[in-house]
């Protein structure tokens, strides 16, 4: 790419020559051609002395030049920040919102989903490149990256709106006043044929002028490592897809795609999503509370509803299909755990909410990966992914999750999941900034025209942390290996030994986001580490819950039950005893007691001192670590009463005959405690 | 005790606001502070204040437990330290008085951790007895500080240490009045102290689960022959629990103890009471260099029942270290027990009111040891005769104090319901001599008349929780 171009330039000019000259020669930048963008960047590399003025110059030219010629210099930015580094990215960095929003506003369609494309190399490294940082830092890329899902959210709302109206007013015709031709090749636009939608200033001129292919074929292409955007099928396009144009399309994505026939699609969906929906459900049947596993079960029934009752417009079923193939794909969580880049310290603050986890806790908190994998399907890439962490709460998550009732083409949600409603979990949890605001499922249910793409692909597996502060993680050292030469004697004690403090910090492994805690990165440690995200999420859940319900200080142990009690690390006594202890969850397994039944100590003071109606006797209260609560012992709940379960396994065993005692019958002992508990209910 | 925080070791002035001018500085809104590597954030939060502080970048971490980045931690009333090993970056939200020093001990307590580490994989190894630390040490020394410093640097190397406190000025993980023993094995909660006992809740912070016994006097010496057997009892206990669970047997104990035990010979005699009854075999012994040589005197030779001998240390007073004023610790007591019925502002906790009738309630009244009559009996000897509690029946003199209802029955003995631990702690709100009956605050909804409550005279009845 070297090239005599920048030798235009006197080395030593003052900034403003220099800018100047850049200005000019922006200014004979009218299309997408990568020899000039070669060149405007070895200028800009050659000249980093000037690296302000050069960044401002092209900033300028950004904001001032016509939208026809905003992407050519856009490209120039891209190229410059990628193959330069550094000031660059400090001075674009600064105003990239502006610079980028003011823009997008301007230019049509086909630009903004170049400008998502490029908008979402900038949150990876530069491809090839050692450092593995992002192109520019999280913080720069996420305020833009939530305006656009913002605007895309509302127009996706209204649009379909004025689909609906549409439709109700012609049938199934489609409106011809602005049609916007797409196409799915990954060509530039230049080589689109000529818009009449867009607006009257530069509409004529648009297609033509705008990206006429290079004279020397060569143009370009911020995906520069190939990777293709997605969103974009792969079908050769077979029609036209005339997008109905309206008020709400202004910030509209393209529907870039074509799409087979429907028919051929619809069924090749269907079984898909047939599939996955068996795979979810056994994924569901092992792990039961894994409300992100309902989550997606639910949404994927839903998609299977809208399927078989609606008759979808084609770029819905492209779009569906796209996010099914991948979920497919993405069938296999995958724990890819890595050490996160190891960055220096950032000046920085991140804004937003602390993101929940780290790498591999996304997966872990959406459950055994799946659903995480669809999040983070890009994960496939070989590449670290970008740290774009905290991209919490701002990403209006709600708006999105809430298509599916915005969508006229929803049908009342078939659920077949057991819990109510895990959508409004999850957004509590979200709200409280507990999981990271994602727009997950449901971008498959509402089947929003949007390139989910460059949506989703925004959102790395695993959120790592922005920056890591101490050193990257060593490996474990057992401190043993570390020369630990303290004894308690004053003279040693005052030594400093730098080495020492490693062992309560870096070699510990990473922290968690939530508490700080650290663990190790290699296989054993990153299970705890899940289970540990798993615990934050679990109480999280259940606190939101437990607020409802009251809660109350609980009675000391006493002596010998304190004797016999271990501390069991709260988080990494996994799912099965913590899942069935929530409220009226019965019959859990753990590993020492096989069919350990309890049930929460009920807050109903009427209900606190029941016995169980077939043996007269009260319940074992003990507190359970791996509830967190009190539990009582042996219990059940069948209807209103509580029965020891023991108890009403015996006297149901036997047809029903509950006359059956447990141990001794005593009636009369029996009775008198009832009578007992019932003077305990008045006086308290 | 939640405010054990405060406990010593950072400080500046008293957090009440009329000290507000001697303060070397009073923080608004939001502010940044650059921490050098070394150096230590100093703060103060007057009760009824909180600010909210966020770890930007580096590493920090707060009487030894580690921060995480960016999340943000609101501490209330109390005053505490943030040091970084590495320097960092932390944004303060809110009024408090603050410093930034740059010369603290740390490096003598965290090499005193590295030592007892190594303690601590010899005895996993068979090499000898884990640490069973003492801390001793005079009255705001920062001796609360350096256990919580020392327990938590352990936590994070995976250790589970039991921690002791036989200082009932303060509560830990219970009210003032009563002393705990703890296994810790999961993260201390920086906001609130220590953590929490267990609720019938979720906790964001895993709780941790005291064994507590009840002294129900702010000074070990207001009467030992309460003191010592409880402590003895207490001892039992946890040894017990040690020889049964090989994680915290590993880890070894970390003693706290009041600082009056540091002031002479009344106390010592205390210490060694509490030397023989834990086995102690390191004394740690905090700023003062007097009650060194006392010690290094008393204990030098001296053998524990397994037959080591006793590792004397010495160790700096952090300059953070601040008197607490008789109000802050008040105030602090209060804010104890509020916590213990109604939880902290992370989770709201709902306790009950009941009415229990004079008849049914049993209440045994701790005896303070006389100081007069002790002085009339031959040899400063103690009077055996007394009994240790007196059973009373309610009165208005009940009111606005706090009972410990205890696992025990109402016919046992005295010494049986001495030695007996708590079950929980109730609050007398209302008392009707006419009708001879009183409303009582209990945690939860349960019959507490089947047990005998001991009333002590600490924490004492200052105010009303229900208002």
Redesign the interface.
């Known amino acids: 790419m070297a090239d005599s171009h920048s030798s235009r330039l006197a080395y030593g000019s003052p900034s403003d020559e220099v800018a100047e000259d850049y200005r000019k020669a922006l200014e004979d930048l009218t299309m997408n051609s990568r020899y000039e963008i070669s060149n405007l960047t070895v200028i800009a590399k050659e000249n980093t002395e000037h690296a302000l003025a050069i960044s401002e110059a092209l900033k300028n030219h950004i904001k001032q030049t016509s939208p026809a010629k905003k992407l050519p210099a856009f490209y120039v930015l891209d190229s410059v920040v990628k193959n330069v580094g550094t000031p660059y990215t400090l001075f674009f960095g600064r105003q990239l919102y502006s610079t980028f929003m003011e823009a997008y506003a301007l230019v049509d369609n086909n630009v903004r989903r170049k400008m998502d494309e490029m908008l979402k190399t900038w949150k990876e490294p530069v491809p090839g490149s050692i450092d593995t940082r992002p192109v520019f830092p999280p913080e720069v890329t996420r305020p833009i990256e939530n305006a656009l899902i913002k605007a895309r959210t509302s127009a996706v709302q209204a649009h379909q709106e004025h689909l609906r109206s549409q439709q109700q007013l012609m049938g199934r015709g489609r409106p011809i006043a602005s049609p916007a031709p797409y196409r799915n090749t990954p060509t530039p636009p230049g080589a689109l044929r000529p818009q009449t939608q867009v607006p009257p200033g530069y509409a004529s001129g648009y297609s033509q002028q705008q990206f006429p292919p290079p004279a020397n074929g060569q143009q370009y292409s911020n995906q520069m490592n190939g990777h293709q955007q997605y969103g974009l099928p792969q079908q050769p396009p077979s029609q036209h897809y005339s997008q109905p144009s309206g008020s709400a399309s202004s910030w509209q994505q393209p529907q870039m795609m074509g799409y087979r026939a429907p028919e051929n699609s619809i069924d090749t969906l269907n079984s898909d999503i047939a599939n996955l929906i068996t795979a979810s459900k056994a994924e569901f049947a092992q792990n039961p509370w894994d409300s992100s596993i309902q989550t997606r079960l639910k949404a994927l029934l839903d998609l299977q509803t809208i399927l078989s009752s609606q008759k979808l417009p084609p770029d819905q079923i492209a779009l569906i299909k796209d996010q099914v193939a991948q979920l497919s794909e993405a069938s296999q969580p995958q724990p890819r755990i890595q050490t996160p880049p190891a960055h220096p ?3 920085a ?2 804004a937003a909410a ?1 993101p929940p986890a780290q790498q591999p806790s996304l997966s872990s908190i959406l459950g055994s990966g799946a659903l995480a994998a669809l999040l983070a399907r890009q994960s496939a890439t070989p590449q670290p992914t970008p740290p774009a962490q ?1 991209v919490a709460p701002v990403r209006s998550p709600p708006q999105t999750r809430a298509q599916p009732s915005y969508n006229p083409l929803a049908p009342p949600a078939s659920s077949s999941t057991p819990v109510p409603d895990p959508n409004s979990l999850l957004e509590k949890l979200r709200a409280a900034g507990m999981l990271p605001a994602v727009p997950a499922v449901p971008a498959a249910t509402s089947t929003p025209p949007l390139p989910i793409g460059s949506l989703v692909g925004s959102v790395p597996p695993g959120f790592p ?3 890591i ?2 050193p990257p993680n060593a490996t474990r050292t057992p ?2 290996d570390v020369p ?1 030469d ?5 003279a ?7 080495h ?2 490693s ?3 870096e070699r ?1 492994g990473s ?8 663990f190790q990165s290699d296989d054993e440690g990153r299970k705890k580490k899940t289970a540990h995200m798993d615990w934050h999420f ?3 859940q ?2 939101t819950e ?2 409802k ?11 010998l039950d ?10 990494q006594n996994t799912s099965a005893a913590d899942i069935a202890g929530g409220p009226g969850a019965a019959g859990s397994v753990t590993a020492n007691e096989p069919k350990l039944q309890y049930l ?2 009920p ?1 109903d ?1 009427a209900l ?1 001192n029941s016995i169980c109606p077939i043996c007269q006797e009260k319940f074992e209260m003990k ?1 359970l670590d791996d509830a ?3 539990v009582w012992m042996d219990a059940r709940k069948i209807g209103d009463r509580i029965y020891h379960a023991s108890c009403y396994a015996e006297a149901t065993k036997d047809g029903g005959n509950s006359q059956v005692k447990r141990g001794t019958p005593e009636p009369i002992l029996g009775k008198r405690k009832a009578e007992v508990s019932g003077i ?1 209910n008045r ?2 | 005790m939640a405010q054990l925080s405060g406990v010593a070791i950072p400080g500046l002035g008293q957090a009440a606001p009329t000290a507000a001018s001697s303060a070397p500085a009073v923080a608004a809104s939001v502010a940044v502070h650059e921490l050098q590597a070394n150096s230590e954030w100093r703060f103060e939060v007057a009760i009824g204040r909180s600010i909210e502080v ?1 770890v ?4 920090a971490e707060l009487f030894g ?7 943000t931690y609101t501490f209330r009333g109390t005053k505490a330290a943030i040091f970084t ?5 932390i ?1 303060v939200t809110g009024a408090c008085e603050e410093y930034t020093a740059e010369e603290t001990p740390m ?2 307590y ?3 951790h ?5 303690l601590r ?1 010899d005895a996993s190894k068979g090499k000898g007895e884990s640490p069973r630390v003492l801390v001793v040490g005079p009255t705001n020394a920062g001796k609360t500080s350096l256990v919580k410093l020392l327990t938590a ?1 352990a936590i ?2 995976g250790r ?1 240490p039991m921690v002791i406190n036989t200082d009932s000025r303060e509560g830990l993980l ?1 009210i003032p009045g009563s002393l705990t023993a703890t ?5 201390i909660d920086v906001e609130q102290g220590w953590g929490s ?11 941790k ?4 016994y009840y002294y129900g006097l702010p000074s070990p010496e207001d009467n030992t022959r309460l003191f010592k057997p409880v402590l003895t009892r207490m001892a039992l ?1 946890a040894t ?2 040690l020889s ?2 090989q ?2 047997k590993d880890s070894g104990m970390i003693i706290d103890t009041p600082g009056v035990v540091s002031q002479g010979k009344g106390g010592y005699d205390l210490i060694s009471h509490i030397v023989s009854e834990f086995s102690v075999n ?1 004394i740690l012994v905090l700023g003062s260099e007097r009650l060194h040589s006392d010690m290094l005197r008393r204990f030098s030779g001296y053998r524990t029942t397994t037959g080591e001998t006793i ?1 004397l ?3 700096d007073k952090s300059g953070g270290c601040v008197d607490r004023d008789d109000e802050f610790m008040r105030q602090t007591r209060e804010a104890a027990i509020r916590e ?2 109604f ?1 902290d502002p992370k ?6 009111t ?2 229990v009738n004079f008849d049914d309630a049993t209440i045994y009244k701790i005896r303070e040891a006389n100081p007069m009559l002790a002085s009339f009996l031959p040899g400063g000897e103690e009077d055996t005769e007394l009994e240790l509690y007196e059973k009373v029946e309610p009165s208005s003199m009940i009111l606005n104090c706090i009972l410990a209802v205890m ?1 025990a029955a109402l016919n046992d003995s005295q010494e049986t319901i001495r030695d ?5 702690f109730v609050y007398v709100a209302e008392v009707d001599e006419k009708k001879r009956r009183m409303k009582i605050l209990a ?5 507490i008349t089947d047990r005998p409550m001991i009333w002590g005279s600490w924490p004492e009845a200052t105010m009303s929780l229900i208002g």
């Not at chain 1, 319900?549 to 002596?559: A, I, K, L, P």
């Not at chain 2, 945690?443 to 019959?447: E, V």
Request: hydrophobic share 35%; charged share 20%.
């Open positions: 310290p950032p000046p603050p991140v602390p905290s942390p922005p920056f502060n101490t401190l043993a630990n303290v004894v308690l004697k004053p040693s004690l005052k030594i400093p030994r730098p020492l403090i062992n309560l910090y510990l922290p968690c986001t939530q508490c700080g805690r650290r679990r109480v999280h259940r606190m437990a607020e319900r009251g809660q109350h200080r609980s009675w000391y142990v006493d002596e304190w004797i016999k009690s271990r501390e069991v690390e709260e988080d929460a100590v807050d003071p606190a507190w967190q609560e009190f305990e006086r308290l | 966020k930007l970048s580096g590493t437990t580690e921060l995480a980045l960016n999340h090993w590495h320097g960092c970056r944004e490096v003598l965290v090499n005193t590295f030592a007892l580490e190594k994989d640097y994070r190397m589970q219970s296994p810790f094995a999961s993260i006992s267990p609720t019938s809740g979720p906790s964001p912070v895993p709780v689960l005291p064994l507590c206990a017990s629990r049964d669970d994680a915290i390191i590792t240390v010495k160790l213990y019925f939880g989770r709201t906790l709902s306790p009950h009941q009415q696992y007996a631990t708590v079950m929980g945690p939860l909804n349960t019959r």
